[in-house]
């Protein structure tokens, strides 16, 4: 692009591009006007921006948990603002900015604010006065933040990254960058009273802007391009039907009562499964809007970061790359306590994996409890998690068949495990299984067996009640009635849920602060939210 003096419409939206990241557009042309004859950048012009858009969603996870029936919450739009349907991302309108074109910074302003609302209050925040700046290759968006306790001016939340940006051509002449990274600064992780991390990814942001100076554009005109939003569709999905008897290592007649037939080299006579479900539902259920517990019965203990499920029986194909393995064992979510009931009751049980090559199910038994009706609803086989595995990852060695940290993501009809509150494809913890297809083999025991010592709880080795656990160092109200040590049990909410009282090293803190004091069940809803990697039990 040959550079000119004359400030014309082209120029002008280059010089914009320039600003925000694409330096290698405009830089020459900028120059140019801008520089004095002694090298200098003396009296650099600013140019006028305007009819600006914002199209960012905050945060997916936060979204989606508002929606849920867990929170009872809302969110509305203002002051010009609006929504993407289907809980989609929001557009902050009618920007009026300056670019430098000494600096190639950009400052623009846009109209419109979002509230969020759940727990009949306890959650009232909000985001108004939105600011995109950029510098170079970064930026930064602030926000006030309001809550009922006061209002907080010019909060730089989310720090961005234009380093590898394209910019495109918008509609009316408008220099459109899209998808721009965005992460969570300290201020931000402050403003949400760090229920997220410094450095957590947020959703991107895609900004649109025009020159005042450009003739194509029109007065009025606005970018006709609507953001790109992920949908939340309702799950199509029919349920799972009933799946086969849980597997048994049935043998050869003659096989001995023990189930533990010799004659058959692909039955399964122990092992078991490691899984934590899910690290933010977790902390949900025992953090200060949940105040519950979590219960381990019927052989299953707390261990590590979450729960292990043993007595594996069923059936190994090491030809057909096949493997059918049940478990013993019950995990129970409880909470939201009133009048001495749980409006939040979860249970899994008769744990099942069915392994086909590389794809596989996890599989359970489902009790829960809608919590505006308080109607039960029990699930027989229904198929929780699709599981990924790795090719040829099924096979035996020392007698002993070990899936390490299989991903899993929810299932349509797992969804109805929570109530809607996960959509489906949403990542649970990842699970380790082991089993045995020799009685004489050894089990992988690195994880806990059956009830030794979370990652770092303070239970003791028999995952006894933690009725005592006492609560973290920033006032958490959960950690006192789970059963089981380790990730749920005693201590401060125990484990690596709760490490030495504060969820914070996990981002997943849930303080009763002043600022955002109910911004926990975020975390819970995170997913991702609070998209963090996952400490998981080495085999």
Known sequence: MAATRRPTALAAAVATAAALGATAFALPALAADSTASDGSAAAAPK??????????????????????????????????????????????????????????????????????????????????????????????????????????????????????????????????????????????????NGQYKEGDALDPATLSVKAVSAPTEKPTEKPTEKPTTEPTGKPTEKPTTKPTERPTSTGSPSSPATGKPAADPGA????????????????????????????????????????????????????????????????????????????????????????????????????????????????????????????????????????????????????????????????LDALTVAVALDKDAELPGGAGGSGSTGSTGSTGSTGSTGSTGSTGSTGLAGGSTATGGGSVGGGSVGGSVGGSGSLAATGSDIPAGALFAASGVVVAAGAGVVIAARRRRTA
């Open 47 to 192: 140019l006028e921006l305007k009819d600006g858009t914002l199209d960012w969603g905050v945060k997916e996870s936060f979204r989606k948990y508002l929606a849920s029936s867990f929170s009872g919450g809302k969110i509305t739009v203002k002051g010009g603002a609006t929504q993407a349907p289907d809980n989609g991302v929001f557009t902050f309108a009618n920007g009026k900015g300056t670019y430098d074109t000494a600096t190639h910074g950009t400052d623009t302003a846009f109209e419109g604010g979002v509230n969020f609302y759940a727990h009949g209050g306890v959650l009232d925040i909000t985001l108004s006065d939105v600011k995109l700046s950029t510098t170079g290759t970064g930026g930064a968006i602030t926000v006030d933040v309001t809550t009922p306790e006061g209002t907080r001016d010019d909060v730089a939340f989310a720090a961005l990254d234009l380093s590898a940006v394209k910019p495109g051509q918008g509609a009316g002449g408008a220099m459109v960058f899209k998808d721009i990274p965005a992460t969570l600064t300290k201020a931000g992780s402050e403003a949400f």
């Open 268 to 427: 399964i006579v122990d092992g078991t499964l490691d899984w934590g479900v899910k690290k933010s539902f977790r902390s949900y259920v025992t953090g200060p809007i949940a105040h519950g517990k979590v219960e381990t019965t019927a052989g299953a203990t707390a261990s590590g970061d979450g729960y292990r499920f043993p007595d594996a029986t069923g059936h190994f194909g090491a030809d057909a790359q096949t493997l059918n393995a049940g478990f013993d064992g019950k995990v129970r979510f409880l909470g939201h306590e009133e009048n001495g009931a749980y409006t939040l009751d979860l249970s899994l049980t008769r744990m099942k994996i069915q392994v086909n090559g590389t794809k596989g199910k996890l599989i359970a038994d489902v009790s829960t409890k809608d919590r505006e009706t308080k109607k039960v609803s029990t699930y027989t086989g229904l198929a929780v998690a699709d599981l990924k595995l790795p090719k040829g990852g099924l096979a035996a060695k020392n007698g002993v068949v070990t899936l390490p940290s299989v991903p899993a993501t929810l299932t349509a009809d797992g969804t109805k495990a929570f109530g809607g509150m996960y959509p489906a494809g949403e990542q």
